[in-house]
């Protein structure tokens, strides 16, 4: 590339110079080809350029992507959340999702085996929300979807989807499930969907619990919906 550069610059210098001490007719010829030459490098530039954004486009994308789980990460998570709740929203339930147990697989049967649980349960929870959201592995053994345009009902439904597709591989997961109101920060959104999917896990695991609808998010369990 340095040399491409530099023979490029040369010719270019060189056909200059040659203007001034060459008859007008072959100075024609120095500045055809001084015009290639400075065409070619600003074409190989224009390539340096694009190439270095595809470059910092991929670098972006694989920080989006968490590795074990092939789900977006949660600095996307944080990142989507903001454009959300910044944006013009409108319905919008956040999910949150623990898988029980994992400590105590993963002390009998390993983490290798471990790791393959938290991809399954990966698995699992995009096939559920397939069309009305999007995962994200939030930490560990922690998951949260974002179910954009959608109201409680499709939200209840695509957790049970998730709940049932996580019984069929033989994971047992706690789900809580927290509105978007108008003026909710991203903080009080996610506090109220990991509290939600406390209340399910207290309650039994394996369960969904949806946290309150019209009053504050630290309601009581009594004002609150368990399944």
Known sequence: ????????????????????????EQAQWAILISSVAAISLVG???????????????????LNIDRTTGLYSSVFLMEE????????????VL????VDDLKSYNDTYGHRAGDKL?????????????????????????????LEDTNLDAAMKAAKRVQKLFE????????GLYPWHPGMTVDELLYGADKAMYSAKKSGKGRIYLGDIDTSYIAD???????
């Open 95 to 98: 999910l949150f999702l623990d």
């Open 221 to 227: 369990a009594a004002q609150d919906e368990i399944i």
């Open 1 to 24: 590339i340095q040399v491409y550069v530099f023979v490029a610059v040369a010719v270019i210098i060189g056909d200059i110079f040659l203007q001034h001490f060459i008859p007008r």
């Open 118 to 146: 938290i991809h399954d349960a990966a698995e699992a929870l995009a096939e559920g929300i397939m069309g009305v959201g999007v995962g994200f592995r939030y930490g560990g053994d922690e998951f949260v979807a974002i």
């Open 168 to 175: 069929g591989r033989n994971i047992s997961a706690s789900i």
């Open 44 to 62: 190989f530039g224009l390539h340096i350029v694009s190439r270095a954004t595809k470059q910092a486009q991929y670098l972006k994308e694989m």
């Open 81 to 92: 959340l903001e454009r959300i709740v910044n944006g013009e929203a409108k319905n919008m």
